[in-house]
């Protein structure tokens, strides 16, 4: 399979526990994005990484969220001090390399439950 | 800057009926826009762009949209409704050019009854 994966699909975790997801893009994909997805909403814009440089970074990303992208390839996305407002389906996607005419392949998201 | 603003949060239609759902889009630059849609439980998957070659776009499952920049409108359409068209469809732009970000409308529920 060649496209976006993303792990784990579902984590559900206890307030004030730390979470780290990862996300594989497509092999030839430079840029990688992270949104996020709660119920009724479309996707909010939350970083974005060209190699392994973290470009953007959205007001969303409180300090308590973390992204790496060590090496240009796979990146992680760590939430410390969860909270239940961090609830929410975390999306990651890939984009060849370009302008913005490309369009992004994204993986099925990780559903995050703060109970 | 830029953003999108979906007109209708659901359209419900019927098979074999037309589908039109709307965007609006603002940005400071000549945009690029496409239209993901979403299956339950199932990854976003585009269904079309536009890039500034033709204003008429046509997608995946009979699906078209055109870009008229007078009104800054990117309006989705299909001719008739199938009852596997049912999902949540998210109008998005982009700065066509340097790296930008992808920025969604809040997305449309289109519901098709039989």
């Known amino acids: 399979d060649t496209g976006v994966s993303q792990d784990p699909r579902h984590k559900i975790t206890k307030r004030g526990q730390n979470v780290t997801f990862r996300c594989d893009p497509i092999?030839?994909?430079?840029?990688l994005y992270w949104y996020r997805q709660t119920l009724g909403q479309g996707p909010e814009f939350l970083t974005y990484f060209q190699n392994e440089a973290q470009l953007e970074k959205s007001r969303l990303l409180s300090d308590r969220f973390s992204a790496e992208r060590p090496k240009g390839s796979f990146s992680t996305l760590e939430i410390q001090r969860t909270e239940q407002g961090d609830s929410a389906m975390y999306l990651c996607?890939?984009?060849?390399?370009?302008?913005?005419?490309?369009?992004?392949?994204f993986g099925q998201g990780t559903r995050l439950t703060v109970v | 800057a830029q953003s999108v603003t979906q007109l209708d949060s659901h359209v419900s239609v019927s098979e074999g009926t037309p589908v039109l759902l709307r965007c609006n889009y603002s940005s400071s630059y000549s945009p690029s826009l496409f239209w993901y849609v979403q299956h339950p439980n199932k990854g976003l998957q585009l269904l079309l762009k536009y890039t500034s070659a033709a204003t008429l776009v046509k997608g995946i499952n009979g699906f078209e949209a055109e870009f008229k920049k007078s009104e800054t409108s990117f309006h989705l359409t299909k001719p008739s409704a199938h009852m596997s068209d049912a999902a949540e469809y998210f109008c998005?732009?982009?700065?066509?050019?340097?790296?930008?970000?992808?920025?969604f409308g809040k997305g449309t529920m289109l519901l098709v009854s039989p």
């Open positions: 998005v732009v982009s700065e066509r050019s340097g790296y930008s970000t992808l920025t």
């Open positions: 996607a890939s984009r060849f390399p370009g302008g913005g005419n490309t369009e992004a392949f």
């Open positions: 092999s030839e994909h430079n840029r």
